[in-house]
């Protein structure tokens, strides 16, 4: 098992709790939602599993990253948050990301997937936020967009409108979600939304967790 080790690194964070019954060997499980979170197609991701003598669909594989329900961890006290949305298209539909990003560590705090984007969901996002971390004394970077400022206005958290800077932080994410999302069609065609919404968030683990 020391080949899948070396290819695997640290994969106590992926929980496999709901696996029943065990046809493919858990490091091989784990190994496999690694290397498809970190960058290879479903289809690639199946050949690499195959050296080792398992043979998957790419549903099985795409099944582990949905049954992981892998979450990102909470109770961060950044002082500073990122904020912004961006589109995502799903089965050729328009949807949108929203993100909340460290810009010390450009690690993910929250994400979520709404079907559109207006000040009322911008300020269920960002409650959803105050549950999980400590923001209230954090200043909010945010672009110039008006539902942003709106909604952190109405809830009392401090923001400072700013386009470059520590809001590079988001603007790197996003474009790495883009490159995944355009690249691998297979992940994002013929799902529902909550489906791109879950594997958005195993996403958003692994990347805080990819160093």
């Known amino acids: 098992m020391a ?25 091989l499980m784990k190994l496999g939602i690694r290397l498809h979170l970190a960058g290879l197609s479903l289809s690639n991701t199946v050949r690499e599993l195959e050296k080792f003598g398992v043979k998957r669909s790419r549903k099985a594989v795409h099944d582990w990253v949905q049954k ?7 109770n961060a006290s950044p002082d500073h ?5 961006t589109v995502i298209r799903i089965n050729g539909q328009q949807f949108w ?20 984007t207006t000040t ?19 200043v909010f970077l945010v672009d110039h967009a008006h539902h942003l ?12 409108p700013e386009r470059h800077g520590n809001r590079n932080a988001i603007e790197r994410v996003f474009r790495e979600i ?28 692994w990347w805080n967790l990819r160093n």
Do not use: C
């Open 3 to 27: 080949k899948i080790a070396r290819l695997s690194g640290r994969s106590d964070w992926i929980e496999l709790d709901f696996v029943e019954r065990e046809r493919t060997p858990r490091q």
């Open 68 to 74: 992981a329900d892998l979450q990102l961890a909470s």
């Open 81 to 85: 948050v990122a904020l912004d949305e």
């Open 97 to 116: 990301l929203y993100a909340a990003v460290d810009p010390d560590t450009n690690d993910f705090l929250h994400v979520r997937l709404f079907t559109t």
């Open 120 to 138: 009322a969901l911008t300020q269920r996002f960002l409650q959803e936020l105050r549950e999980k971390h400590d923001v209230d004394d954090a």
């Open 149 to 160: 400022a709106t909604a952190l206005q109405r809830i009392g958290l401090r923001f400072r």
């Open 178 to 205: 883009k490159r995944r999302t355009s690249s691998f069609s297979n992940s994002f065609s013929h799902v529902d939304p909550s489906t791109a919404e879950t594997w958005l968030q195993a996403f958003a683990v």
